[in-house]
């Protein structure tokens, strides 16, 4: 952790130097305001770019071409110790000279920005990275994104965000790793350890900060920013274990979500900021509110004025305020009025100055040039390239895949040649122009293909052209279609949230027109979130899941339709019926009358209750076989072995999952639980063992005090190509 004698010591004596007005600037994370004619914020210039009304290329324009800044007068007063969204190191030096040089004590600034799935080097969005089930490729590439940003005088990410979420209506979805824990918590310590390193000083290395904290993939309805009413015992066994695991990765900063928890905003909640995050899991770094989360308090109701918001906020621990000046603006007077203690204000500016001081941003505070930039380069592209090929889940496959390089194909659907859609939600410094469309991969690789899109460039309507469908299915030598189908990346992410999980427009007809026309259909999804998509999957010979990919996108579909990668990706969320039985997820409790066909059972009657896809799936052009389980006990663990055997004709990789399920409980337990996943390399032929160790710390849940339970009782265990099925053992432990 941070902590250390000399650091503490240097914070002590930088504080008996500074004002009230100095150590609250601290507190402030401001958004840079690029000054041209007129002035806006980088939150504006952000609202103007998604809502279409500036382009990418005038919002650069307009964030990188700022040669003044109106805040500029406030860095030389010491009172904004941060900025969010600069991304261009002149400016970065700019402001931090300005900081360094010209402001009373040189307390230098840290620059934060979303670098959430890569900076220039795009890859794919987390969810669709989760499926990689590959905690070595996670930190891979954090650690490139880390290294470009820095490039660009980042110091700091609001990355990862480790929101468990069962609920795919959430656009948010898309930015996390997906429904369940256990990967989550992998997920979030590999996250760190690639933004981070050992050592934040290093300069290409950038802190991470944890978001968003907590349950915010809980929301009610999957409606974004909607309230969470669980319990405790939930809340510790669902979703705080991913921040847990990254606080003890090392995580240098947390942000507290928007949304709050029984009633209490995240941004303000005590308990949850200090007695858990401080206390309870050591953390050391500091947190830093969501963007104008201390305002929305007031939203909230939970405070009715300004002061309250921000007295309840820094009391709670939220040490930096992200852009609403809340904390500016009444902090003295509440210090005044005695609501507030300066041994409170001076607590959340220790926590602050400690991680500047762990970044080395006191002796290194300026981005060095460096003699060759890494941004986009080869080595970064093919590690990008491979992780999106990793990121593919084959879901359906009658025989049709791979394809053949000199079959004649014709390729239909809106995103088949664009890019944009290609680099996924939150992307602030990934260019369209960097991104590989499928179409674009083809004719590097001389398919003989036609395209034709049949549907509109609406992304709310996507209408099918249905006599631009039938020439070109008259018209075509091809015998297979590839259809890309789903949702356009920009009805995903933030604010993002549907009620409707079915392709919309005139998708699902277009595929129907396909086979109707007697064509192989390989679907191939482009999405955001699991959609619902039972008559899709059952109408295609194939059926692949490639999210959004980043900017190596078309080159990996290329890789795995053509055979050139063999699939190795399962899903990180089951893929539900419809968006009525949503959430569906696997870990879900027995009930006391279980899921089944039968007449009183817990299900629904209209859809079977089953999901589509369930989480952990997906296939292979090869196949593998699991055999001769061995569960014992040994010096107080369990010990957990099988054979995985590679018997098809095509090297390849298999993710395996072990499962557990606790038979014996005070409170009841889900049907299945992941507790561990192996990654195994064969070749045709081979088989590897796979042996897994589990403490009984790893099987305990809470009851409802909420105390953490880990007594005896049978346990089934499973090792299992996904979340259903599997060979099955059970033992007394
Ligand atoms: C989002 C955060 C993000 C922040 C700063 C907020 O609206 O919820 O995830 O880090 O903006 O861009």
């Not at 369940?180 to 050592?199: I, N, P």
């Not at 934040?200 to 009610?220: N, P, T, W």
């Not at 030598?477 to 356009?488: M, Q, Y």
């Not at 996943?677 to 045709?684: F, R, S, T």
């Amino acid at each position: 952790m941070f902590k250390t004698e000399t650091i503490e010591k240097r914070i002590d004596e930088l504080l008996e130097k500074m004002t009230l007005e100095e150590k609250i600037g601290q507190l402030y994370q401001s958004g840079i305001s690029p000054v041209g004619g007129f002035e806006i914020s980088i939150q504006e210039a952000e609202q103007l770019l998604e809502a279409g009304r500036i382009g990418r290329k005038e919002y650069e324009r307009l964030v990188n071409a700022a040669s003044f800044d109106e805040r500029e007068d406030m860095i030389r007063k010491g009172t904004v110790g941060s900025f969010i969204g600069v991304q261009n190191p002149e400016h970065a030096n700019h402001l931090q000279r300005i900081a360094v040089e010209e402001s009373r004590l040189g307390i230098p600034l840290i620059f934060g920005l979303d670098v959430v799935h890569g900076h220039r080097t795009v890859f794919p969005s987390p969810i669709a990275e989760a499926c990689t089930f590959n905690d070595e490729l996670f930190e891979k590439s954090a650690e490139i994104a880390a290294r470009e940003a820095s490039e660009d005088g980042i110091n700091w990410t609001f990355a990862p965000m480790v929101d468990v979420s069962r609920d795919p209506r959430w656009g948010r979805v898309v930015e996390g790793p997906g429904e369940d824990t256990y990967l989550a918590s992998r997920f979030a310590a590999a996250k760190v350890r690639g933004f981070q390193g050992d050592d934040l000083s290093v300069e290409d290395r950038i802190c991470a900060c944890v978001k968003h904290f907590a349950a915010y993939g809980a929301c009610e309805g999957g409606r974004d920013y909607n309230t969470v009413d669980m319990s405790e015992a939930k809340l510790r066994e669902v979703y705080l274990p991913p921040f847990a695991a990254a606080v003890k990765a090392g995580a240098a900063t947390l942000m507290p979500a928007f949304n709050d928890i029984n009633g209490s905003p995240c941004t303000t909640n005590k308990w949850l900021l200090n007695d858990y995050l401080r206390d309870e899991l050591g953390f050391d770094g500091f947190l830093i509110s969501d963007a104008h989360g201390i305002q929305e308090c007031v939203f909230h109701g939970t405070a009715e004025t300004p002061a309250d918001a921000a007295e309840q906020a820094i009391k709670a621990g939220c040490d930096m305020d992200m852009g609403c000046e809340y904390y500016t603006d009444c902090l003295p007077q509440l210090l005044e009025e005695g609501r507030v203690s300066m041994d409170e204000i001076d607590r959340a500016v220790r926590n602050i100055l400690r991680i500047k001081m762990a970044c080395g941003l006191f002796e290194h505070p300026y981005v060095q040039k460096p003699e060759k930039s890494s941004k986009l380069c080869a080595e970064h592209r093919d590690v990008a390239r491979d992780i999106a090929d990793r990121s593919i889940v084959l879901l359906k496959n009658d025989g049709v895949l791979p394809l053949k390089a000199d079959q004649k194909v014709l390729v239909v659907g809106y995103f088949g040649d664009k890019r944009n859609e290609m680099l996924g939600a939150w992307v602030i410094s990934g260019r369209e122009e960097d991104a590989i469309s499928l179409t674009d991969a083809l004719k590097e690789e001389n398919i003989d293909f036609d395209f034709v899109p049949c549907i509109d460039s609406s992304i709310t309507s996507m209408t099918l052209d249905k006599e631009q469908l039938e020439d070109a299915l008259r018209n075509t030598k091809a015998d297979t279609v590839i259809a890309l189908v789903g949702e356009s990346s920009f009805t995903t992410g933030e604010a993002q949230s549907k009620s409707k999980l079915e392709l919309i427009g005139g998708q699902t007809e277009m595929l129907r027109m396909i086979k109707a026309a007697g064509k192989k259909l390989v679907t191939l999804l482009i999405n955001g979130r699991p959609l619902a998509i039972p008559q899709e999957a059952e109408m295609s010979d194939a059926m692949v899941e490639c999210w959004q990919l980043g900017i190596e996108a078309g080159h990996a579909m290329y890789d795995v339709i053509y055979g050139k990668y063999n699939p190795s990706g399962r899903l990180s969320m089951t893929f539900p019926q419809n968006s009525g039985s949503c959430p569906m997820y696997y870990n879900h409790m027995n009930t006391g009358r279980p899921a089944s066909d039968g007449p009183w059972a817990s299900k629904y009657r209209d859809c079977p209750y089953t999901p589509v896809f369930p989480f952990g799936w997906g296939l292979s052009y090869t196949e593998y076989d699991y055999s001769n389980l061995t569960v014992k006990t040994e010096c107080d663990k369990l010990v957990i072995s099988a054979d995985i055997t590679n018997i098809g004709n095509m090297e390849g990789e298999e993710t395996v999952q072990v499962y557990i399920h606790r038979r014996r409980a005070s409170h009841t337990r889900p049907v299945r639980e992941l507790k561990a996943y192996k990654k195994v390399y064969l070749q045709p032929g081979e088989t590897e063992k796979v042996t897994v160790e589990l403490s009984r710390n790893e099987l305990g849940y809470y009851n409802n005090e909420p105390r953490y339970i880990t007594e005896e009782s049978m346990f089934d265990i499973f090792v299992a190509h996904d979340s259903t099925g599997g060979l099955h053992s059970e033992i007394y432990f």
